[in-house]
């Protein structure tokens, strides 16, 4: 009876100090720390506080001759949680995906070619974030520039069934997206834009990428 | 023992200013230890040393008032006054510094006892019973929250007999972004590019002006008409638009002015912004 | 059955959370970082969870809504540090800070009028920065004095669930030690001048109207 009452009382006093604990303790320092208790007890008292814990959401656990407490292994996605934050894509970034969409594969360069302007590397990596597009390899001409291509995730997010499915020039000719660009830019922005200077037009619409998430 | 709550509470509370002595002990024993102590010195000098231990005049009041050993409610304000006055009177005597708040309340104190020494119809408002009541109510407030002090400090504190798990491993939350667009921003978005990217053909209209030559055929001509000066509107086409009129109008003064450089024509203004006149030189006749 | 097994899921998430997390943490942070489990069964596994602790070592507390893993009280003498932890108070700041526990909201004026000495601003700032009082808005008289309350850490720090648990409170509340002394007076002169026996005054009721303005 006082026996099972000292096994009782040894099983707390090394659950507190091992909880306690800003490192890990060797079955001698816990000895040590509870008053010179004798090492048998403190490992037989480990043991049983060890069982007492293995299905629990906290583990004891002995590593290189020292106990802590962890976090049981299957319970460790509880550490590291992500958050989701839904985010609409900057009309740049729409449009360096669209002029991939419609050219792939194509390097930088050539998209800048395609659209007139500087493409900002934040723009690429928010498209490989999203998973939209990847590295297609290296175009065989000097300089060996990357080439990028679309994903089927791209595929997906958009409801296509390829890339065929994308309207043509004459379609879009059709449906007025292909109108003069000043008129389609003033409608878009307000008619506060000039559209001969491509560099202010950039410079918006990265101010456009900064301000989104506040949207 | 050393697990009851009150235990070293004050230990903890204890001020720079040697109090720790004062504070070791339980508050509800603090009178008895106070006499104690004060008796093991040599009796009152000592007491009084400890005067800057005391935080203000109130302070000191419900310490003496604790000496009286009853309860605070059945203190007796007289005896209490005297315990004051006789303190400051000795350490006066001792010729101790003495803060003047500590000599402010010796007065109101003399005051408060003679008042309620007097016979009652001489009282004034508000009443000398009643300010006695006053002290007393404040002294009760004071002890009853250095007791509550002594037991807050007094209880199982984090960090000194409760832990937090030692090295706990955080939790971290990593923000993710999901972006979302859809097939008809894509599309806009190329037929955009597509549009602001087309070869573009620019047409420069053509606007009404008169050329420096044809200016300077015209008012050649017209000023071998005549000898007499002429203002130089009368050169403008009658019929012109307003626009090929200032155009007309800036070519034929150039074209006046060359003639001038030239010697064929001479031109006059009798001040500035009348008529600008102009007449065929004859030849020669500024050789 | 299927039910027993999800409590001990629940019992795991939380044990495994607030045993690593760095801050106590409310019912409303537990369910959100459990990915948006109800509150009821966040609550019922916090107590669940605090009963299979109370034996232990280590004890699940709640403390101003927050709730964490401490080692249990009555192992403090295997646990206390030799470097002192804990900050050293004056004594005039442990009565500063009594008398805002109790009375809180206060203004300095009225911790002043309590103690009868003036507050040195160094006590407000030594108490603050422990992050034991916070300043609590401004208190709508003239001058529109700054008022001071206590903090959730003071709460933890202290082992108190809540302000209901500040030792004495009931009794201190009971006799009228927290009224002001102008209220108390005005009690205790309405009646046979003894304030040992205010319920007996005619006037109680009286004096409770004059009293609650100041309330």
Known sequence: MSGERSDDAVERALEATLFATEEPMTVDELAVHLGGLEKGSVREGLKALAHHYAERGVHLVERGKRW??????????????????????????????????????VSRAEIESIRGVQTSSGTLDVLMEAGWIKLAGRREVPGRPVIYATTPEFLDHFGLASRRDLPGIDELRATGLLDPVDDALEQAMGGDMDPDNPSECEADEEADEIAEPDA | MSMTSNDDGFMLSGDAMGAGEATAEMPESWPADEVARTGAKSGDEALYLELEGWEGPLDLLLDLARRQKVDLRQISILALVDQYLTYIEQAKALRLELAADYLVMAAWLAYL?????????EQEDPSPEELALRLQLRLQRLGAMREAAARLMGRDRIGRDIFLRGNPEGLRIDRKTLWKSDVYSLIQAYGQVKARTAPRIYHVSNRPVMTLDSALDRVSAMLGVTLDWMDIRDFLPTDAEPELRKSALASSFVAALELARLGRAEIAQEEAYSPLRIRRLKQGASA
Do not use: G, M, N, W
């Open chain 1, 68 to 105: 802590h407490f962890e976090t049981a292994p299957d319970l460790a996605h509880l550490l590291r949680r992500e958050r989701e934050q839904v985010r609409r894509l900057s009309r740049a970034a729409t449009e360096v995906l669209a002029v991939i969409a419609y050219h792939e594969p």
């Open chain 2, 113 to 121: 006892k003679s008042a309620l020494l007097l016979p009652k119809d």
